[in-house]
């Protein structure tokens, strides 16, 4: 149950010009800092201390003097910020989203054809949620268990994702139900729910090769799908041969523990203009 530690990636909110009691409190009396700055600072603080709460807890443990003590504010500095404990959640999650679809729309957008936009989108999804498992926790597990505006949410954000695999549409060699891509991204969600329940969010880069198998499958069809899959295995393998050389792991695992939702990006057509479509499945 690694996973459920303190993600060494914490403090991602928040400021880190001193080392306090508290990590990244303002020094005491008379300091020069602006309102805004110490206000965001106060900010960040109380939604790094719900982040690692809730990771630590679960949400329904987690109660406000926690978030007090944790991020060195008074109660009345956290009531400035938030209504109550929900609100100072939605912040988190919005903004725990917004950091990972940044990063999951970047790698989509950067590719030319759909299958590699998808494959770099997947790779960059799997790798943000194994780099910050208190996130992952928030955002896949925790947020289950806090209300409708939460769930809303969560639902806003995985359709999120059915943009970046409806636009294989485009490319498929059939019509396609309307709602492929939804129920690709729905499956995927479960496989990752599990995963993150069970304390292996630092594996979850090891289902690349699977996902993108089961991403691609619908659009493109078997044969390419299978050259996807044998693709990234050999990748993953030659990762861990690589690792054992230089004093790693032979496993293929990552050596780590692994506010407002951006805008969902615009369908796309399956690939660049002036690129040419795959008509034939790559070699295995």
Do not use: N
């Not at 609100?87 to 999650?93: G, H, I, P, S, V």
């Not at 496989?191 to 880069?205: A, C, K, Q």
């Not at 299978?226 to 790693?248: I, M, T």
């Amino acid at each position: 149950m690694g996973d459920r530690e303190s993600d060494t990636r914490s403090g991602l909110m928040t400021p880190r010009p001193w080392t306090q009691q508290h990590p990244d409190q303002l020094p005491a009396g008379r300091h020069g800092l602006s309102r805004d700055f110490v206000a965001q600072s106060q900010r960040g603080r109380i939604l790094d201390a719900l982040v690692a709460s809730v990771a630590e807890q679960g949400y329904p443990e987690t109660r406000v003097t926690d978030l007090i003590a944790r991020s060195g504010v008074s109660r009345k500095t956290f009531y400035e910020h938030f209504a109550d404990k929900e609100e100072c959640f939605l912040a988190a999650y919005d903004a725990s989203v917004s950091l990972l679809m940044t990063g999951v729309t970047t790698a989509y957008e950067r590719e030319e054809e759909w299958v590699d936009a998808i494959r770099a989108a997947l790779a960059a999804f799997l790798g943000f949620l194994a780099e910050h498992p208190d996130l992952t926790r928030l955002c896949i597990v925790e947020v289950h268990a806090v209300g409708a505006r939460a769930l809303a949410r969560r639902d806003a954000a995985v359709r999120g994702f059915f943009y970046f695999l409806d636009a294989g549409r485009a490319d498929a060699p059939r019509a396609l139900p309307g709602l492929t891509a939804e129920a690709v991204t729905g499956g995927m969600y479960e496989i990752v729910y599990g995963r993150v329940l069970r304390g292996l969010t630092s594996e979850l880069p090891r289902l690349l090769p699977e996902l993108m198998y089961w991403a691609v499958l619908p659009f493109l069809g078997h044969d390419v799908a299978v050259a996807e899959l044998e693709r990234l295995r050999q990748s993953s393998d030659e990762l861990g041969v690589a690792a054992v050389g230089a004093g790693g792991r032979a496993d293929g695992r990552t050596s780590g523990d692994g506010a407002q939702l951006v805008a969902v990006p615009p369908r796309r057509s399956g690939r660049r203009p002036g690129s040419k479509r795959r008509d034939d499945p790559p070699a295995s």
